[in-house]
């Protein structure tokens, strides 16, 4: 069970750092000129940093999104997050997926390259160019992100999809089957990718937030009556189990007997201890006096395929807006939101996964209490 943060910046922060929202002031997706919540302090121990001081062997690059600091601030990928080779684009999104501005180590200029192949180019390159060298890559896709548009039909094998018009109009009225053509999109892609992945290599796909509302209300939600969830509301943006519960996908060498699940409460901030481990970094022994992580190893169950017992798993969400901020702490069966207006709410999601009924609503059970 992979629990994400309910916007980008906050995830991007908790899994660079390994350290919950509270501590980085990241509490909600930054605006353009962090004016929403603060941006990421270039103090902070970060992954690259660590593998620069502790496994310098390996060599670091980041593509895609950024989406922590201000957009002004051309270096921020280097100066903030400590990368030593950044391509992408620095805010919540591109103007066009076929226009857009693209940032390499502080330098910009525009590309009509469709975005998602253009993420995958930089990132086929590196790989290529490393030949034995070990490396670590992040690439932050921003499919199927907004702005909505009909991807090349090169990347497309759905008929449906490749009938799209692709006009304003259509993309208006249509759009979810948008959403999910540049899903595909990103889907064949991301198989190029793979192609060009040595087969030692460990591989982690998570999903940094649930999906915009706009994509899943009538007409384009997924109606309870045939035993699939709707969302009342419990999209992007919330604290509810659609804005932040997400898939997690580990596969590689380190992974013994693939191919199955694991049922372990997985807070995002696991990966940032998980991913130095897998590099033979000893987190305990090499994060600087003062800093505080909140991060666990994921290798028990990776190595072992044991359930990792964890008592309660904690989300959060600030500066987002005076009634979706709050707080949430679940177990294997119950979660608890606590909204900063007071308001609470209790769901058994072992019976109640899309959280439609409040327990609080009525006297609990003994369990529940």
Known sequence: YFYARPSCSQSRACVLTGRESFRTGVGCAIGGNTNRTPALRPTEYTLPRAFATNAPQYHLASFGKWHLASTADLNSPLTVGGWTNFAGYLGPAVQNYTNWTKVVNGTSFNTTNYSTSDQTDDAIAFIQAQGTNLWFIWLAYNAPHGPLNKPPTKLLFTPAYLELSGTRLNIHTNGRAYQEAMTQALDTEIGRLLTYVPTNTDIIFMGDNGTEIAYQQPPYYYSPT??????????????????????????????????????????????????????????????PPGVVIDSKSLLPALQGDLTIPTAYMFGE??????????????????????????????????????????LLDSPLSPVAQ
């Open 226 to 287: 045939n035993g699939t969830p709707d969302t009342n509301g419990h999209a992007k943006f919330t604290l509810y189990e659609g804005g932040s519960r997400t898939p997690l996908f580990i596969t590689g060498p380190d992974v013994v007997s693939p191919g199955r699940t694991n049922y372990t409460l997985v807070n995002e901030v696991d990966l940032f201890q998980t991913i130095q481990e897998l590099a033979g970094i000893d987190v305990a022994a090499t994060v």
């Open 317 to 358: 969400q600030f500066n987002q807006s005076s009634v979706a901020d709050g707080w949430t702490l679940r177990n294997g069966q119950f979660k608890l939101i606590h909204f900063y207006d007071h308001l609470e709410q209790l769901y058994d999601l072992s019976a109640d996964p899309y959280e439609h009924t409040n």
